[in-house]
């Protein structure tokens, strides 16, 4: 089996795999495992899966140490090209992972492959900030990786526009390092980042936030100079004459992440528009028998542990996958999932099992009070408590198998997930 990305997913993955029988390769293109955790220098990590409160290195860590002990054969320093699934042959299908390592072009076989690749950050040209191209502007995880890696300080006055958690991380970061942080701005009229990191982060650093306001013009000639900031419509369009120019010499980026899905569709795997993450069953298999998803490549998660958890039934499925011994058998159904309401998407996209399923969600906006329906064929199968529901909160939902059957009694091929708010009487 193939590992492709060696970030926490990609290792947990290997390591469920391992355990369940399977000989396990993972490629990294980086020269060490961890992916994005490596750095990650503030706590935060851990608290489900270990009960603890670590960094990321140190959650990384105990991966990376548990894949040594291991035979699990680890390929640094290599990216992959590309995944050649040849003709879908019956249950004998190998895949031929292509990879460039400093030994040279190498090609391993592997009878399933997990996607682990991570994702990558929106940067300006994606929301199309205009003004001048001067240096200085950032996504920020770029300047957390110069900063906690590099040890190279980007600049000495800061910006920041988005309040998702990497912007936030960044606003308490820069401040340790001496960086004068100006201000958070966000386009939306909420913070986009979890509770905790709005309090540790802004709130005790004194670091101001200012909702429904986005930078609307870049200034400066080699080096930025200033940006100008405008507060937004409920339409999110700028409202003129409300123009501020705020001088800084950084500008950092935190305005949302995409799943790294390029050698994936390549690969013939078909992508969710929701997520830009592939379409997967209940075991995180993808539409082409044998390769498996899991992780931020295949929808962005707010919490590594989450991706840990997820990333181990994808490794111990793979692993059955290969071994015969499991997912790949024939289907004892096909059900689409859909989300509608204010649910933005509803991942696993499809059930092909009778069987307890979890199924993830994320709002599309914050509310107060709010139900999560099951649906199908029109008729109601599940409703759950009322209670207050956020974007920056990944949920899950445990899909009894008697609710799965129940839609396949009515004749339904989909079922509906629905966050539906409850409008105050
Ligand atoms: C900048 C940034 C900061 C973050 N900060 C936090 C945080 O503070 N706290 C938190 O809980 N979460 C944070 N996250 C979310 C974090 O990404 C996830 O919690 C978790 O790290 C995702 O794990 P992953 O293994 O799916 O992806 P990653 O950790 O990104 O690992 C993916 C790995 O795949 C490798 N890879 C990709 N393509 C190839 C290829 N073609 N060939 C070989 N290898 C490849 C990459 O080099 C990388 O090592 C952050 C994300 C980003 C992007």
């Known amino acids: 089996m193939v590992v492709i990305g060696g970030g926490p997913a990609g290792m947990a993955a290997a390591l469920a795999a391992h355990k369940a029988g399977a000989r396990v390769a993972i490629v990294e293109r980086e020269q060490h495992p961890g992916g994005i955790l490596r750095q990650c220098i503030h706590p935060g990590f851990g608290l489900s899966h270990f009960k603890q409160e670590l960094t990321g290195p140190e959650y990384a860590q105990r991966f990376i140490d548990k894949v040594h002990a291991t035979d699990i054969a680890l390929f640094l320093n290599s990216m992959v090209l590309g995944i050649d699934s040849g003709e879908p042959a019956e249950d004998t299908a190998v895949h031929t992972v292509t990879l460039m390592s400093p030994a040279g072009m190498l090609q391993l076989t592997g009878r399933a492959v997990v996607l682990a690749m991570g994702c990558r950050e929106r940067t300006r040209s994606e929301i199309k900030i205009p003004g001048s191209r001067p240096a200085g502007v950032f996504t920020a995880g770029l300047a957390q990786r110069y900063i906690n890696i590099e ?10 526009l988005g309040s998702g958690d990497i912007g936030l991380i960044m606003a308490r970061r820069c401040t340790l390092e001496g960086i004068s942080v100006e201000g958070v701005y966000e ?17 005790d650093f ?3 936030l200012h909702l429904s306001t986005t930078v609307t013009r870049v200034i400066g000639h080699d080096r930025l ?50 997520t830009r993450g592939a379409v997967v069953d209940q075991s995180l298999q993808t539409g082409v028998p044998g390769i498996f998803a899991c992780g931020n ?6 919490l590594a542990d989450n991706v840990t958890t997820e ?23 096909e059900l689409t ?20 399923t979890k199924l993830n969600f994320r709002v599309r906006r914050p509310v107060d009070a709010a139900r999560v329906r099951i649906l199908a064929g029109g008729v109601e199968l599940f409703a759950g408590k009322v209670r207050p529901f956020k974007p920056s909160v990944m949920e899950s939902f445990p899909l009894p198998a008697k609710v799965i059957k129940q839609a396949l009694d009515l004749g339904a091929s989909k079922i509906v997930l629905s966050v539906d708010p409850i409008e105050e009487a």
């Open 206 to 208: 004194g670091v101001p």
């Open 225 to 274: 100079e200033a940006v100008e900031v405008s507060q937004v419509d409920e339409r999110l369009a700028p409202i003129p004459g409300t123009e501020r120019i705020i001088p800084c010499d950084t500008l950092l980026l935190s305005v949302g992440l995409i799943p790294e899905n390029e050698l994936s569709v390549a690969a013939g795997v078909e992508l969710d528009p929701r």
């Open 311 to 333: 990333s181990e039934r994808a490794g111990a499925a793979a692993a059955a996958y290969a071994l015969g011994t499991g997912a790949g058998a024939v289907p004892d159904c």
């Open 297 to 302: 490549v295949l929808h962005v998660h707010d």
């Open 337 to 356: 999932v859909s989300p509608a309401g204010i649910a933005g998407y509803a991942l696993p996209g499809r059930i092909t099992a009778v069987a307890l």
């Open 151 to 160: 040890n190279l300080k980007p600049g000495s006055r800061a910006v920041i």
């Open 187 to 203: 386009l939306m009229p909420y913070a986009n980042g979890l509770r905790r990191n709005v309090k540790n982060c802004l709130d």
